[in-house]
Protein backbone atom coordinates (compact mmCIF):
# COMPACT_ATOMS: atom_id res chain seq x y z
CA UNK A 1 0.00 0.00 0.00
CA UNK A 2 1.35 3.03 -0.95
CA UNK A 3 1.71 5.50 1.86
CA UNK A 4 -0.02 9.39 1.09
CA UNK A 5 -0.31 12.86 2.72
CA UNK A 6 -3.33 14.21 4.02
CA UNK A 7 -3.59 18.01 4.08
CA UNK A 8 -6.97 19.48 5.46
CA UNK A 9 -7.62 22.21 2.89
CA UNK A 10 -10.19 24.35 4.90
CA UNK A 11 -8.77 23.82 8.30
CA UNK A 12 -5.25 24.79 7.56
CA UNK A 13 -4.01 21.70 9.51
CA UNK A 14 -0.93 20.22 9.17
CA UNK A 15 -0.45 16.96 7.13
CA UNK A 16 -1.30 13.43 8.66
CA UNK A 17 2.30 12.30 8.32
CA UNK A 18 3.63 15.76 10.79
CA UNK A 19 1.06 14.89 13.08
CA UNK A 20 1.72 11.07 13.70
CA UNK A 21 5.98 12.51 13.93
CA UNK A 22 4.65 15.21 16.22
CA UNK A 23 2.36 13.19 18.09
CA UNK A 24 5.26 9.99 18.35
CA UNK A 25 8.07 12.94 19.34
CA UNK A 26 5.77 14.48 22.60
CA UNK A 27 5.02 10.85 23.80
CA UNK A 28 8.72 10.41 24.48
CA UNK A 29 9.35 8.36 21.52
CA UNK A 30 12.36 9.58 19.44
CA UNK A 31 11.64 7.70 16.31
CA UNK A 32 9.47 9.70 13.71
CA UNK A 33 8.44 7.13 11.43
CA UNK A 34 4.19 6.70 11.60
CA UNK A 35 5.34 2.47 12.21
CA UNK A 36 7.02 3.36 15.23
CA UNK A 37 3.68 4.55 16.97
CA UNK A 38 0.97 2.85 19.57
CA UNK A 39 -2.29 2.15 18.41
CA UNK A 40 -3.98 4.08 21.08
CA UNK A 41 -2.30 7.35 19.78
CA UNK A 42 -3.32 6.65 15.96
CA UNK A 43 -6.58 6.71 17.53
CA UNK A 44 -5.93 9.94 19.49
CA UNK A 45 -5.07 11.76 15.93
CA UNK A 46 -8.11 10.35 14.09
CA UNK A 47 -10.07 11.75 16.56
CA UNK A 48 -8.35 15.03 16.17
CA UNK A 49 -9.36 15.06 12.28
CA UNK A 50 -11.71 17.22 10.58
CA UNK A 51 -14.79 14.42 9.29
CA UNK A 52 -13.31 14.96 5.76
CA UNK A 53 -10.28 14.18 6.56
CA UNK A 54 -11.27 11.16 8.48
CA UNK A 55 -13.47 9.87 5.65
CA UNK A 56 -10.40 10.24 3.59
CA UNK A 57 -8.22 8.11 5.99
CA UNK A 58 -10.58 5.48 6.47
CA UNK A 59 -10.78 5.06 2.74
CA UNK A 60 -6.71 4.81 2.52
CA UNK A 61 -6.52 2.63 5.47
CA UNK A 62 -9.26 0.00 3.54
CA UNK A 63 -7.39 -3.32 3.12
CA UNK A 64 -8.54 -5.36 0.27
CA UNK A 65 -8.58 -8.91 0.73
CA UNK A 66 -9.24 -12.46 -1.35
CA UNK A 67 -8.85 -15.95 -0.98
CA UNK A 68 -8.71 -18.30 -3.91
CA UNK A 69 -6.65 -18.94 -7.07
CA UNK A 70 -8.23 -16.22 -8.67
CA UNK A 71 -7.73 -12.41 -7.76
CA UNK A 72 -10.89 -9.45 -8.15
CA UNK A 73 -11.18 -8.15 -11.38
CA UNK A 74 -9.12 -4.53 -10.68
CA UNK A 75 -6.22 -7.03 -9.29
CA UNK A 76 -6.27 -8.75 -12.74
CA UNK A 77 -6.69 -5.23 -14.44
CA UNK A 78 -3.51 -3.97 -12.49
CA UNK A 79 -1.62 -7.69 -13.87
CA UNK A 80 -2.96 -6.80 -17.38
CA UNK A 81 -1.68 -3.50 -17.35
CA UNK A 82 2.38 -5.13 -16.43
CA UNK A 83 1.56 -7.96 -18.41
CA UNK A 84 -1.02 -8.18 -21.72
CA UNK A 85 -1.74 -11.99 -21.35
CA UNK A 86 -1.52 -12.05 -17.52
CA UNK A 87 -5.12 -12.78 -16.39
CA UNK A 88 -5.84 -15.30 -19.18
CA UNK A 89 -2.42 -16.72 -17.47
CA UNK A 90 -3.86 -16.82 -13.54
CA UNK A 91 -7.00 -17.98 -15.40
CA UNK A 92 -5.53 -21.28 -17.04
CA UNK A 93 -3.36 -21.81 -13.72
CA UNK A 94 -6.63 -21.83 -11.58
CA UNK A 95 -8.18 -24.21 -14.45
CA UNK A 96 -5.01 -26.57 -13.69
CA UNK A 97 -4.79 -26.39 -10.43
CA UNK A 98 -8.41 -27.64 -10.09
CA UNK A 99 -8.56 -29.85 -12.55
CA UNK A 100 -4.71 -31.78 -10.67
CA UNK A 101 -6.97 -31.56 -7.22
CA UNK A 102 -9.98 -33.00 -8.82
CA UNK A 103 -7.74 -36.16 -10.39
CA UNK A 104 -6.18 -36.49 -6.67
CA UNK A 105 -9.58 -36.80 -5.37
CA UNK A 106 -10.71 -39.17 -7.80
CA UNK A 107 -7.12 -41.30 -7.71
CA UNK A 108 -7.83 -41.35 -3.64
CA UNK A 109 -11.81 -42.64 -3.90
CA UNK A 110 -10.58 -45.32 -6.53
CA UNK A 111 -7.59 -46.90 -3.98
CA UNK A 112 -10.07 -46.49 -0.79
CA UNK A 113 -12.38 -48.76 -3.52
CA UNK A 114 -9.85 -51.06 -4.39
CA UNK A 115 -8.89 -51.51 -0.40
CA UNK A 116 -12.14 -52.00 0.59
CA UNK A 117 -13.13 -54.74 -2.10
CA UNK A 118 -9.74 -56.60 -1.62
CA UNK A 119 -10.20 -56.65 2.55
CA UNK A 120 -14.12 -57.90 1.68
CA UNK A 121 -12.64 -60.56 -0.70
CA UNK A 122 -9.96 -61.74 1.79
CA UNK A 123 -12.27 -61.44 4.60
CA UNK A 124 -14.75 -64.08 2.61
CA UNK A 125 -11.52 -66.27 1.88
CA UNK A 126 -10.06 -66.56 5.39
CA UNK A 127 -13.32 -67.17 6.97
CA UNK A 128 -14.98 -70.01 5.04
CA UNK A 129 -10.86 -71.58 5.18
CA UNK A 130 -11.21 -71.11 8.97
CA UNK A 131 -14.79 -72.70 8.75
CA UNK A 132 -13.65 -75.17 6.58
CA UNK A 133 -9.99 -76.21 8.89
CA UNK A 134 -13.04 -76.14 12.18
CA UNK A 135 -15.33 -78.96 10.06
CA UNK A 136 -12.42 -80.88 9.18
CA UNK A 137 -10.86 -80.61 13.07
CA UNK A 138 -14.45 -81.32 14.48
CA UNK A 139 -14.85 -84.90 11.75
CA UNK A 140 -11.70 -86.19 13.44
CA UNK A 141 -12.61 -85.58 16.82
CA UNK A 142 -10.61 -82.47 17.87
CA UNK A 143 -14.32 -81.11 19.16
CA UNK A 144 -13.02 -78.72 21.82
CA UNK A 145 -10.27 -77.34 19.12
CA UNK A 146 -12.73 -77.06 16.62
CA UNK A 147 -15.44 -75.17 18.41
CA UNK A 148 -12.68 -72.21 19.80
CA UNK A 149 -11.45 -71.87 16.10
CA UNK A 150 -15.15 -71.63 14.62
CA UNK A 151 -16.85 -69.85 17.21
CA UNK A 152 -13.67 -67.35 17.22
CA UNK A 153 -13.95 -66.91 13.68
CA UNK A 154 -18.08 -65.95 14.18
CA UNK A 155 -17.42 -63.63 16.37
CA UNK A 156 -14.54 -62.10 14.57
CA UNK A 157 -17.34 -61.49 11.34
CA UNK A 158 -20.07 -60.61 13.59
CA UNK A 159 -17.97 -57.66 15.39
CA UNK A 160 -16.53 -56.48 11.80
CA UNK A 161 -19.18 -57.09 9.19
CA UNK A 162 -22.28 -56.40 11.50
CA UNK A 163 -21.10 -53.77 13.55
CA UNK A 164 -19.02 -52.60 10.36
CA UNK A 165 -16.28 -51.48 12.49
CA UNK A 166 -12.75 -52.74 13.79
CA UNK A 167 -12.33 -53.97 17.05
CA UNK A 168 -9.46 -51.52 18.00
CA UNK A 169 -10.81 -48.38 15.75
CA UNK A 170 -12.48 -47.00 19.36
CA UNK A 171 -9.19 -46.80 21.20
CA UNK A 172 -7.78 -45.80 18.28
CA UNK A 173 -9.87 -42.37 17.93
CA UNK A 174 -9.99 -42.51 21.81
CA UNK A 175 -6.01 -41.92 21.74
CA UNK A 176 -6.31 -39.29 18.64
CA UNK A 177 -8.94 -37.22 20.60
CA UNK A 178 -6.56 -37.20 23.51
CA UNK A 179 -3.45 -36.46 21.93
CA UNK A 180 -5.24 -33.36 20.15
Not at 9 to 20: A, F, N, V
Not at 125 to 150: E, K, N, Q
Request: proline letters at 5%.
Amino acid sequence: MENETLTSDTSGQQPLDEQLNTNSTKSGNQSASAGDISQEQVFEIIEKLPKADRKALLAIMTENQFSGPIPPPEILAGYQSILPDAPERILIMAEKEQAHRHSLENDEMKSSVKQTSIGQIMGVCLSGMFGVISLVLGLYGHDWLAGVLGSSTVISLAVIFVLNQRPNSNKNNRNEEINQ
